[in-house]
C-alpha cells in the first residue's frame, strides 16, 4: 500500500499548501542563474527535496520563467522585469512548511511589496468518524 502524504488539520484532509506570492518593486528579476539558486535554496529551506530546474531567459525584455520540480510538488516563477514584478508559486504538501520559502526569496527579489495568499489544494472535510 502507497504511504498518504495528505495532511489532516483543522478538521480537514487536504494535499497541500499553495502558496500565490506576488512580489512588487522588485530587483534581480533578469538573472535565471541567481533566481534559481535562491528557489533552489528556498526549498531546501522549506524542507523539500529537489528532482530538477529549467529555467528560460526571455529577451528583449529580460524576464525569466522556470520551475523547480520537488518530490512534495514545485515551485514555479515568472517575472516582469520591465514592471519590477515577479509571480511565484509555491506548492508543497507533506511536513515541508511553504511559508519559510518567501525571506530566502526576499533576499534576492528585495520587493517594497509582498503579497501572498494560501490554498489547501485537494481539500475534503473530515467527518468525526474519520
Known amino acids: 500500500m502507497c504511504k498518504d502524504y495528505f495532511i ?17 518593486d522588485a530587483t534581480n528579476l533578469d538573472d535565471p542563474a541567481a533566481i534559481d539558486a535562491t528557489l533552489c535554496e528556498a526549498a531546501v529551506t522549506a524542507g ?10 526571455f529577451t528583449p525584455n529580460g524576464g525569466v520563467s522556470g520551475v523547480i520540480v520537488l518530490a512534495e510538488s514545485h515551485i514555479s ?6 514592471r519590477n514584478f515577479a509571480a511565484v508559486d509555491v506548492f508543497m504538501c507533506g511536513a ?21 495568499d494560501e490554498v489547501r489544494r485537494g481539500r475534503e472535510k ?5
Open 126 to 130: 473530515i467527518s468525526p468518524a474519520g
Open 77 to 82: 516563477i515568472h517575472t516582469w522585469p520591465e
Open 96 to 116: 515541508c512548511d511553504p511559508n519559510l520559502t518567501i525571506p530566502v526569496m526576499q533576499r534576492l527579489f528585495q520587493a517594497g511589496r509582498v503579497v501572498s
Open 8 to 24: 489532516e488539520r483543522d478538521g480537514e484532509r487536504f494535499a497541500g499548501h499553495h502558496l500565490l506570492i506576488d512580489f512588487w
Open 48 to 57: 523539500a527535496t529537489i528532482l530538477h530546474s529549467h529555467f528560460h531567459h
